[in-house]
């Protein structure tokens, strides 16, 4: 009685692909980590708080770490274990490992301490109910896995052609694990400075990223939509705005990028204005005119900041243009040359790698702006706006990782996961924190997340022991390299 078509063997090619495709589901969050570093915001509040009132909203908090156990981190470790010992995929194996080592960075960035080296072996050896190993202990890991998967990849090995990311090229994929290292390595600046000194030659060594060529993009289309843009043109239409610090810092710098980003529906009294302006083409997305959102309001106390901004209604502020970078099929971008850049930019200036700091400043900039070409609708940036704002905005001596990390903010624009990570690490950019508390008790902003009920459940002891010795399971509580 054994049905004839069920699956008893899956293709590794194909988990690291799924992996690959869910990672982009969700991976800007906008309850949490593009709304804690003040990039968008929303009022409305319910089912969908999060960091717009500073609420630990347990329906929400969980999503990454339930969707990265369930599917992302099976999917990779049984992919793994089926390749380990196979020397004609030994491309995969190692392309499967980079991706599980970025996937889990996310992740622990995301809560701190989680299980790690016993995750995903349920089917393999049994294990049910896996420790919980320290931060630590676990970028101790990622380090390893990124240094060592990324040089044994080898172009006279297999080749992965349904790679949904390069195709198979192994070059692309080197600088990608090598570009993941030097992230990872970074991460480390502020609780082991010699450390992460080692493994940023190491990965400049192994060979960065040269180019947005090398860009780790997920390309999208009406089969296969962007989460993000069908939520903002779906049942979260009109439901998030520009926020006031994001938009007045790009305005103040003329940033010619605030005229990609944001759109304004002026004079719109109601959702449907929105809707019907934006179906008549009539959104303006002239930087003159953008006014962000401010934070520490909901719908029902937003009026008076409404009226002092001289506004028809809080839908009249700045969001995101829902026809280009909200748009469904616009592709979602997960490891870019620019942000590399800019880690590479900032090692230089501490003397951990060598080169021009100013050049790779500059180089980041310009292939941020540039890469916003990849969105559909007008989004290309004459060179003569790149040129005139890197002329105007130069790596100035003694501010330099304050600007290398405030152009991170902008260059990692709904990114969520990766931004709020650099925010807590590099402290940049300085903008004011939400002042709504609500369970905030210790710090001015959201610094982890709250593991899922879940866990509380189905791996209750080994979470305690997780909680006793990271701190409680709250908004405030720092996640291991996050110090003061």
Known sequence: NTNPIRLTSIDPAFQLNTAIVDFGVGYGDLTYPVTIIRQMITPFTGVG?????NDDNRGQTGSLWNSAYQGRIKNLTDGINSTKDDPDKSNLYNMLRIWRAHTF????????????????????????????DTQESVY?????????????????????????LYGGDIAKWKRLGNSLLLRA????????????????????????MQSNDDNAVLRHNANFRNSMGTNLNGGQDGFYYLDVEFVNYLKTNNDPRLSVFAVRYVGAASNNDQKDQNSAGLGDSSPEVQIGMPQGFDVSSIAPAVEEDGLASLYDYS?????????????????????????????????????????????????HMEQLSDYPGNTTIAQSDIDDYVIAHPLTAGSEIELINTQYWVSSFIMGNEAWANFRRSGFPVVAPNPLRSSLTTEDFIRRLTYPDGEFVVNQSNIAVA????????LDTRVWWDVK
């Open 319 to 367: 969001t995101l243009d829902k026809t280009r970078m909200g748009n469904a099929e616009a592709p979602s971008f997960l490891v870019t040359y620019s942000l590399t850049q800019l880690l590479l930019a900032e090692a230089i200036v501490r003397g951990w790698a060598t080169g021009d700091a100013s050049a790779a400043y500059k180089s980041a900039i310009e292939a």
């Open 467 to 474: 909680i006793s010795r990271q701190g409680a399971d709250v």
């Open 185 to 208: 390595a970074m991460r480390l600046s502020k609780v082991d400075a010699t450390k992460a000194q080692t493994f940023v030659a190491k990965a400049v060594a192994g060979g960065l």
């Open 105 to 132: 960075m996310v992740v622990t960035d995301t809560y701190g301490d989680l299980p790690y080296f016993g995750a995903g072996l349920g089917f393999i050896d049994g294990t049910a109910f896996p420790e919980f």
């Open 140 to 164: 101790n890991d990622i380090l390893n896995e990124l240094e060592s998967a990324s040089a044994a990849l080898s172009s006279s090995n297999d080749v992965v052609s349904q790679d949904v």
């Open 49 to 53: 708080s999060g960091a717009n009132i």
